[in-house]
C-alpha cells in the first residue's frame, strides 16, 4: 500500500528548531519527490518546499527560505524538514506529499496523515 | 491574501451543478498546469484533479477541471453530501525564483 507516515505532534518554544519526518512506504521512494505543505490553525494551504529524492534538488518557499532544510534518506525511505528559529506565526499541520521528482509544481497525489507542530512559550 | 483567488464559499442541494473559480496571473495559472485537492476537515488534503482536468484513479467522473487563460474552474455535477468540504486551487508559480501557489480555499456546503 502506497503511504506516507509521519512522525508525531511537537511543541517547541520560540527560537527553537523542529524536525519532522515522513516515512514512503509502497512505491520506489527515489523514483519521486516530497513536497512539504502547511496548514496553520483555521487557514489554507501553504506550501514549504520540495526536494527530488532522485538527484536531491531541492526548491524552498520564500518565507522560510534559510531557516528550512529538507532533506530525504533513501535507505530507510525517509524525508525529513527541518525548521529553524521558530515563532509563533510557524505554528501549523506540517504535511508531507509525494510529489514529480523534476517537477515541483506537479500534482501532489499521495499525502501523509499530518504532523502538528505548536510554537508556544 | 492569496495570490490564486477562489471565493471563499460556495452552496448547492443534492444533484445540482456546482463549480467554483480559480483566478491567476500569466506567471502561474497562466503559463502552467492547475491541480485541485478536496480537503475534508480534520484530514489531508486529496488529489482531485490534476494536469487541469484529469482525474486520479477513483475520483468519480463527477468531477472535471477546466482552463481558460489565467483562469481555471472545478465542475461538481450531481453533488453528494460527501462532496461537502474545502476546495483549493494549486499551480506553479514563475516568479520568485519558482514556488507553488494554493488558493484560499472554498468550502462548499450541500444544502
Known amino acids: 500500500q502506497v503511504q506516507l507516515v509521519q512522525s508525531g505532534a511537537e511543541v517547541k518554544k520560540p527560537g527553537a528548531s523542529v524536525r519532522v519526518s515522513c516515512k514512503a512506504a509502497?512505491?520506489?521512494?527515489?523514483?519521486?519527490?516530497i513536497t512539504w505543505v502547511r496548514q496553520a490553525p483555521g487557514q489554507g494551504l501553504e506550501w514549504v518546499g520540495w526536494?527530488?529524492?532522485?538527484?536531491?534538488?531541492?526548491k524552498y518557499a520564500q518565507k522560510v527560505q534559510g531557516r528550512v532544510t529538507i532533506t530525504t534518506d533513501i535507505p530507510t525511505t525517509t524525508a525529513y524538514m527541518e525548521l529553524r528559529s521558530l515563532t509563533s506565526d510557524d505554528t501549523a499541520v506540517y504535511y508531507c506529499?509525494?510529489?514529480?521528482?523534476?517537477?515541483?509544481?506537479?500534482?501532489?497525489?499521495?499525502w501523509g496523515q499530518g504532523t502538528l507542530v505548536t510554537v508556544s512559550s | 491574501q492569496s495570490v490564486l483567488t477562489q471565493p471563499p464559499s460556495a452552496s448547492g442541494t443534492p444533484g445540482q451543478r456546482v463549480t467554483i473559480s480559480c483566478s491567476g496571473s500569466?506567471?502561474?495559472?497562466?503559463?502552467?498546469?492547475i491541480n485541485w485537492y478536496q480537503q475534508i476537515p480534520g484530514t489531508a488534503p486529496k488529489l482531485l484533479i490534476y494536469r487541469i482536468n484529469q482525474r486520479p484513479s477513483g475520483v468519480p467522473d463527477r468531477f472535471s477541471g477546466s482552463k481558460s487563460g489565467t483562469s481555471a474552474s472545478l465542475a461538481i455535477s450531481g453533488l453528494q453530501s460527501e462532496d461537502e468540504a474545502v476546495y483549493y486551487c494549486?499551480?506553479?508559480?514563475?516568479?520568485?525564483?519558482?514556488?507553488?501557489?494554493f488558493g484560499g480555499g472554498t468550502k462548499l456546503t450541500v444544502l
Open positions: 526536494i527530488s529524492v532522485y538527484d536531491g534538488e531541492t
Open positions: 509502497g512505491y520506489t521512494f527515489n523514483s519521486y519527490g
Open positions: 494549486a499551480a506553479w508559480d514563475d516568479n520568485l525564483d519558482g514556488r507553488v501557489l
Open positions: 506529499a509525494r510529489a514529480d521528482y523534476g517537477d515541483p509544481g506537479d500534482a501532489f497525489d499521495i
Open positions: 500569466t506567471s502561474n495559472i497562466g503559463d502552467n498546469d
